[in-house]
């Protein structure tokens, strides 16, 4: 079975692709797109490993659906297309760096240019129905996405893993904190980004870790 993924990436989960699990996966997500609209595109499911190979990956965000709204899901967690109005929580991520660094919004949602700089915008699963919020959960795209994580963990050093939200700060388990940076907070969304979200610093304390690690700071 062939999945397109990024080099780096497909090396190192080449086993995961011939278990029957994920073997299953793909043929529940390939008629989920026959038959129902599915975000994001096919071709961009992913993208946050094409924009980010393995041995460049500095900062884990790990997010957990794709946005379910029409043009807004391309395949890297909190992200949208350049043009669309930014989600609600994207927004809170924008007003953290410019309350955190002083850095003004930007004039897209866009964050491949942080992908390109290393951060990996993962979403626990990777597919969904339109305006069908975890729809596509516990079909084992979250098995996966496990294995990424734990393989991220053991495969490199100094990486800084933002797990926001409950859902994500589970993730920690499958993290060797000996070798990795793992901050936790409230989810940015309006729901709970006022409970600790606002005021965390995750961003500067990122690049004040990488710089310890004589490691090229994200310009964020």
């Known amino acids: 079975m062939d999945v397109r993924i990024e080099e780096s990436w497909g090396a190192v989960l080449s086993e995961v692709f011939d278990k029957q699990y994920f073997k299953d996966l793909v043929a529940f997500v390939k008629s989920e797109y026959k038959t129902q609209t599915i975000y994001p595109p096919g071709k961009l499911i992913f993208n946050a490993f094409d924009q ?16 379910h709204g029409p043009g807004q899901a391309h395949g890297l967690s909190f992200s949208v ?7 609600p ?10 309350s955190d660094l002083g850095i003004d919004m930007p004039p897209n949602g866009d964050l491949t240019r942080w992908a390109k700089q290393g951060v990996f915008l993962l979403n626990a699963t990777l597919t969904v129905r339109n305006g069908q919020a975890g729809s596509h ?29 409950a859902y994500a700060g589970k993730k920690a388990e499958l993290i060797d904190e000996k070798k990795h940076l793992i901050l936790k907070a409230p989810h940015p969304s309006p729901l709970s980004a006022h409970r600790g979200f606002f005021g965390c610093k995750h961003f500067s304390k990122a690049n004040a870790y ?11």
């Open 52 to 67: 980010c190979p393995l041995d460049q990956v500095k900062v884990v965000i790990l997010g957990q659906d794709p946005y």
């Open 81 to 87: 297309r350049p043009g669309v109005p930014f989600p």
């Open 89 to 98: 929580s994207l927004l809170n991520i924008f007003k953290e760096i410019k």
């Open 137 to 165: 959960q516990k079909r084992g795209w979250e098995e996966f996405t496990d294995s990424v994580i734990h393989t991220i963990s053991e495969k490199r050093s100094h990486v800084v893993f933002l797990l926001w939200g």
């Open 210 to 220: 990488l710089e310890s690690k004589d490691i090229e700071p994200i310009k964020w």
